[in-house]
């Protein structure tokens, strides 16, 4: 573990007084793909190397974490470690290739139960993924305590989807098929999925990750009721497992965030049965309804997000007036 001494002391620290539900002078801002190919800088760096052997380079996820904080210097409140959900398969033993105009591949994906036994059956997580870690420490120290470091990881159900779908659906057929068809082998692998990832987010913030992400980005794919016995209880395990470790080992806690996009239905069940202090929002959802459904003013936890992506299309007129609307709607809820 690295010692909090050994890296700079943090100088904008707004987005983690906002994440403990402390009142601020203006609302944190920070991208979900902040660092990537709209960035000339990025796509330099891309056309000399693998998407992967970036990821697997603290170096290199170093210099692309902190290039949009050099470019916005004083106008992002965080940064978020280069890197990639679909990590956590490569490290449970399944090749994934990240295809130019394609997006990730599995070349051999998981097919039907029996092919969980081709999967590690215990994984090394600081063997496997320590060089996320290294890339966390080493790009702590390279911020200079300029604003906080974001880790993250994929959700249990939308790492299995991946898994099993081989990449990107507008489906999801053959993965809700297996929560259908094979509901026990599903939670036993959704199970499996989860002890990865809160030994890995625990590491990331011994590596010096100051806040955490949790990804569920297919969340939204899935029915209310396959939501709440697929989804939600083990996003619910991540939390609670990453929180037992850090005080059982004497860790400062830090912000845990959960993004389930499109699972809009259940913002406040999520509130109520987990402890995760951010709850993100995608843009299909009305501020104050979000508000409302998490407890209202009175609220534990803080909600992120809500603005639709596309806008930044439109032009600095639009993105001006949708940003007011969105922080009205907050504030009048």
């Known amino acids: 573990m690295v010692s909090a001494e050994e890296f700079p002391p943090l100088q904008n620290d707004l987005l983690l007084r906002a994440a403990r539900g402390e009142a601020t002078e203006r609302a944190p801002v920070w991208i979900m793909r902040q660092a990537g190919r709209y960035l000339p800088e990025f ?21 692309i974490t902190l290039q949009p904080i050099r470019r916005y210097s004083g106008l992002l409140d965080a940064s978020i470690i280069f890197s990639d959900i679909l990590v956590v398969p490569q490290a449970m033993g399944l090749v994934v290739e990240m295809l130019p105009g394609k997006g990730p ?83 036993a692998l959704l199970k499996r999925i989860t002890d990865i990832c809160v030994e890995y987010l625990v590491g ?76 993100g929002l995608d843009w299909v959802i009305d501020p104050a309804e979000a508000v409302k459904a998490v407890g209202g003013e009175g609220r534990r936890v803080a909600l992120q997000g809500n603005i639709d992506p596309n806008i930044l299309y439109a032009g600095k007129e639009a993105i001006e007036r949708e940003v007011k609307i969105w922080a009205d709607g907050f504030k009048g809820s």
Request: net charge negative; hydrophobic share 40%; glycine share 8%.
């Open 43 to 63: 796509r330099a760096l891309r056309e000399k190397h693998d998407f992967f052997e970036i990821c697997r380079t603290p170096s290199l996820a170093c210099e």
């Open 105 to 187: 591949h599995f070349p051999d994906p998981l097919n039907e139960p029996a092919d969980v036994s081709r999967l590690k059956e215990t994984v090394d997580v600081r063997a496997e993924l320590g060089y996320v870690f290294d890339a966390i420490t080493l790009t702590r120290k390279e911020l200079k305590g300029q604003v906080p470091l974001i880790g993250f990881t994929g959700a249990p159900w939308t790492l299995m989807a991946y898994m099993i779908e081989g990449g990107g659906s507008k489906t999801l057929t053959k993965a809700k098929t297996w929560l259908w068809k094979y509901p026990e082998e599903s939670k």
């Open 204 to 279: 990331q913030v011994k590596a010096g990750a100051q806040a955490l992400q949790v990804f569920d980005s297919w969340a939204g794919e899935l029915s209310p009721h396959d939501f709440a016995a697929f989804s939600a209880p083990y996003l619910t395990a991540i939390d609670f497992g990453v929180r037992e470790i850090l005080e059982r080992e004497g860790i400062a806690p830090v912000p845990l965030i959960l993004f389930a996009k499109g699972a809009n239905h259940a913002v406040g069940t999520l509130a109520n049965i987990s402890g995760y202090d951010v709850l």
